[in-house]
């Protein structure tokens, strides 16, 4: 079924006197219909359950899913069915799984991503239950957008969590939260995956990223630094840009495309952390909010909520608004 948010939602669970055999059936074709022609076959006894939202966008589709232990495979006779070329990338989010492609096996916990190629055999080992963020994009849009091509992908190779390609791991989980909370945000920032995808492709290789990507990585870089630091009170433009590595002409050339300026940016951050935490820890009065969001005072918290939220802090607790 599809939501209100554009994404698509299927789930399954064993029905009362269905076969494991009848189940798998279901969860086969649902994959089958996500993604690509597969496999599957289970890797212990016992209730199967399963689910998948997916969004397709103009360039590429994301999801997120997660399932009981299994074993899912693209094998050759599989491939021969579809006509698709699809580079396929992975971010685990809970549980461990194991992807062999090409001659490689690549070990995948939490917070680690993959890259596979659905033109080639592959296949899935989850020895346990498990959840992953994924995205799928067509071959010829990284040929035709970063020149790209399917013999210099390295699959089946971990992108660790404190690697150069991790910037865009995290970003492709957080637009694939995203969508399921904020669909319209979700899709502004979607234009942006292809290019990071070619990033994190010829960064994992070893080679220089292309010009055209540069620039996106670096957007990213910054968008992230500064939501790991917007709760710092003394992030300010010219610490932005100094923990960038960039100047402040580059960070805002870099933010214009974006329609925000850092300041205006960084304020956003700190009121959606500051909404966070009002409903999180009722406890807490306003003050210490501000004061763990990143504002120096209580006035300017109480400004900049009204500036983004419409309404005071105190308001928006009270009305239950998250």
Known sequence: MVGLSGVERFEIRAGEGERAGQVFERWEAGLTEAYVPLAVSPLRAGAFQGWIALRAYDDMSLSTLGASAQRVDRTKSLIARTDDEVLLTSIQVAGRGRLYQDGRVAEIGPGEMAFYDSTRPYHWEFEGDWEMAAAQVPLSRLRERAGITSAEIPTATVITRDSPGAVVSRFLYELAELQNTAPA???????????????????????????????????????????????????????????????????????????????????????ELSCELLVARADLPITAVAHACGFTTERQFYRAFRIEMGMTPAAYRSSGSA
């Not at 220089?208 to 870089?221: F, I, M, Q």
Request: charged share 25%.
């Open 185 to 271: 945000h979700a899709a502004a920032l979607a234009g942006s995956a292809v290019d990071l995808l070619a990033s994190a492709i010829t960064l994992t290789a070893g080679r220089a990223v292309p010009g055209a990507a540069v620039e996106t990585l670096a957007r990213r870089r910054v968008v992230e630094f500064m939501r790991r630091h917007c709760a710092d009170p003394r992030l300010t433009v010219d610490g932005i840009a100094a923990g960038c590595g960039i100047s402040r002409r580059t960070l805002y050339r870099l933010l214009d495309q974006l329609d925000d300026g850092p300041a205006t940016m960084l304020r956003r951050m700190r009121v």
